[in-house]
């Protein structure tokens, strides 16, 4: 009996389908790569369901032949690769000719469609990957792909389908990239007819970047093109200190007008960046490289995510090094906003038992150090796994509260750390660790119990906020108040902020945090909140 046997075409159109389509945003990405390669002037994607109900997507391209509606549904068909010498000269984004045959396996699919050197558009239906229908109908040059019931013979992958809102965020970071890559078509996207993308044309790069991502383009620096040698080019737009993301949501890389991923050069370039921005705060930046076709390989993922750069480490070392050299020059000074007062490195701020802050005068005495330390650690609980304390191992049988008690106050290093002299040990204490530490416990305390502190604002803060995180917002606005932060729409990208947590040293990151979607899910926790 043989246990080898040749799977049957209907199953192995499902399995290749599920190689490609892995969610709807898989769906968009896929046709809307074929319109740009049909030279579409304007796309307009109409969803519903995030895409689980269905996709609509209509271009002005130069639309489909009448006897290739047929074959362009076939695996393997494309316009795109005639011989194998093509496959190491690939300047099209879709090329494989999977993208058509795996959604139709997979969906209700009608295509409709216009060759601009014909007069006539013909529709056809698929339904499971089968030909229901093929007719002519009425409609103006380009083409128009209608998606319905995605999945709906393949159930077990449609049951691993997200959140609406989720797969909504997923479907706007897809095309976002494609938005700064061709800053001269015009881009609308709705979901059940309302508006969530409306770019119109932009005259540059830049202006494009700034809109769809809402950033300041007075923060953003625009590097000149840059030429490695005679097969290689750098165009670099860098955020300055005053962006500020609480994760890698803005970071792009192009390589020959392709969007990828690139571990090593995301790397390397938010290193470049830990000189001016904290730890856990991440830049915003956009890298565009042209290199010789014969030196990328663009075939080594499924989906085209990825590609494999030959001398790699050079190109990397140069990015690196332009970074670094453009933010030392031309960023612009951080501009700062603090609720409760400036604090610079000469003027640091010290917790006292309510939450209030002070600053150290130079002329401290030893006795009003001793003071505020006591303040400081009043209300502490040491005996918790506390990473400010964990580390601390005590000599002798008093507890660390005690010891510090009765220690004497003997100096401070780099107004930073405490010396305390005990009787059998020296204890170091990070002041300001320790006081970050005594806000997280405070505010996890109140917000746990529904009382958190609140400051109000006489005038809101304006947040600049992002296509995905104003979906997030729009569906998380009741418990955004229950984390002590008041929110309303100042403009249709513009968040106001009222009132947020009094502990919060910087509000704009603390709801940015919550704002955001880490992978699949969202970072409606306290950690997010607290982290800043």
């Known amino acids: 009996m043989n246990h080898v046997k040749v799977l049957p075409e209907d199953l192995i159109s499902k399995i290749a389908a599920g190689e490609v389509i892995e969610r709807p945003a898989s769906v968009i990405k896929e046709l809307i790569e074929n319109s740009f390669d049909a030279e579409s002037k304007t796309l307009?994607?109409?969803?519903?369901?995030?895409?689980?109900?269905?996709?609509?997507?209509?271009?002005?391209?130069?639309?489909?032949?009448?006897?290739?509606?047929?074959?362009?549904?076939?695996?393997?068909?494309?316009?795109?690769?005639?011989?194998?010498?093509?496959?190491?000269?690939?300047?099209?984004?879709?090329?494989?000719?999977?993208?058509?045959?795996?959604?139709?396996?997979i969906s209700d699919l009608t295509l409709t469609s216009r060759h601009r050197d014909s007069q006539d558009a013909w529709q056809i239906h698929l339904r499971g990957g089968n030909k229901k229908s093929i007719h002519p109908v009425n409609m103006s040059q380009g083409t128009k792909i209608e998606i319905k019931e995605l999945f709906f013979n393949t159930p077990a992958r449609r049951k691993f389908l997200k959140s609406d809102t989720t797969e909504l965020h997923q479907i706007v970071n897809t095309i976002t990239p494609y938005t700064i890559l061709f800053p001269q078509i015009k881009f609308f996207l709705t979901h059940y007819k309302k508006m969530i993308i409306d770019l119109p044309t932009a005259s540059s790069r830049l202006k494009r970047i700034a809109k769809v991502l809402n950033l300041d383009p007075n923060h953003i620096l625009e590097t000149e093109t840059i030429t490695l040698d005679d097969n290689t080019r750098l165009k670099l737009y860098l955020s300055d200190i005053n962006i500020q993301r609480a994760r890698k949501d803005m970071q792009f890389i192009f390589v020959n007008n392709r969007p990828v991923q690139n571990h090593l050069i995301s790397y390397h370039i938010n290193q470049a960046y830990r000189a001016i921005l904290p730890p856990e705060i991440f830049p915003f930046f956009a890298i565009f490289i042209d290199i010789a076709f014969d030196n990328?390989?663009?075939?080594?993922?499924?989906?085209?995510?990825?590609?494999?750069?030959?001398?790699?480490?050079?190109?990397?070392?140069?990015?690196?090094?332009?970074?670094?050299?453009?933010?030392?020059?031309?960023?612009?000074?951080k501009q700062i906003f603090t609720p409760g007062g400036n604090f610079t490195n000469e003027n640091p701020p010290l917790l006292d038992s309510v939450g209030e802050t002070q600053g150290l005068e130079r002329d401290n005495t030893s006795q009003k150090i001793s003071q505020d330390t006591n303040?400081?650690?009043?209300?502490?609980?040491?005996?918790?796994?506390?990473?400010?304390?964990?580390?601390?191992?005590?000599?002798?049988?008093?507890?660390?509260?005690?010891?510090?008690?009765?220690?004497?106050?003997?100096?401070?290093?780099?107004?930073?750390?405490?010396?305390?002299?005990?009787?059998?040990?020296?204890?170091?204490?990070?002041?300001?660790?320790?006081?970050?530490?005594?806000?997280?416990?405070?505010?996890?305390?109140?917000?746990?119990?529904?009382?958190?502190?609140?400051?109000?604002?006489?005038?809101?803060?304006?947040?600049?906020?992002?296509?995905?995180?104003?979906?997030?917002?729009?569906?998380?606005?009741e418990?955004?108040?229950?984390?002590?932060?008041?929110?309303?729409?100042?403009?249709?990208?513009?968040?106001?902020?009222?009132?947020?947590?009094?502990?919060?040293?910087?509000?704009?990151?603390?709801?940015?945090?919550?704002?955001?979607?880490?992978?699949?899910?969202?970072?409606?926790?306290?950690?997010?909140?607290?982290?800043?």
Do not use: M
């Open 44 to 105: 307009e994607i109409n969803i519903e369901g995030s895409g689980k109900k269905s996709i609509t997507i209509k271009d002005d391209g130069c639309g489909i032949f009448s006897q290739d509606l047929e074959t362009i549904f076939l695996r393997h068909a494309t316009s795109k690769i005639k011989d194998y010498n093509d496959l190491f000269s690939i300047k099209s984004l879709g090329f494989r000719g999977e993208a058509l045959y795996s959604i139709a396996a």
């Open 296 to 333: 990328i390989d663009v075939n080594i993922h499924p989906t085209k995510r990825e590609v494999k750069i030959k001398n790699d480490f050079q190109i990397i070392n140069s990015l690196r090094s332009i970074s670094e050299e453009n933010l030392i020059r031309f960023s612009k000074p």
């Open 375 to 477: 303040k400081l650690f009043a209300s502490f609980d040491f005996n918790s796994q506390s990473t400010v304390f964990q580390n601390y191992k005590t000599v002798s049988d008093k507890s660390l509260k005690q010891q510090l008690k009765e220690a004497k106050y003997i100096g401070q290093f780099n107004r930073k750390y405490l010396f305390f002299e005990s009787s059998e040990s020296l204890l170091v204490i990070d002041q300001h660790a320790a006081q970050e530490r005594i806000t997280y416990e405070t505010l996890i305390t109140q917000i746990e119990i529904s009382t958190p502190q609140i400051q109000r604002l006489l005038t809101p803060i304006l947040l600049n906020a992002s296509a995905q995180e104003l979906i997030v917002w729009e569906n998380q606005k």
């Open 479 to 532: 418990e955004l108040e229950k984390f002590g932060f008041s929110t309303t729409l100042f403009d249709e990208n513009t968040i106001a902020l009222h009132s947020h947590p009094i502990l919060i040293k910087d509000p704009k990151i603390g709801l940015r945090n919550l704002l955001s979607l880490d992978g699949e899910n969202r970072r409606f926790d306290l950690d997010s909140l607290a982290r800043r």
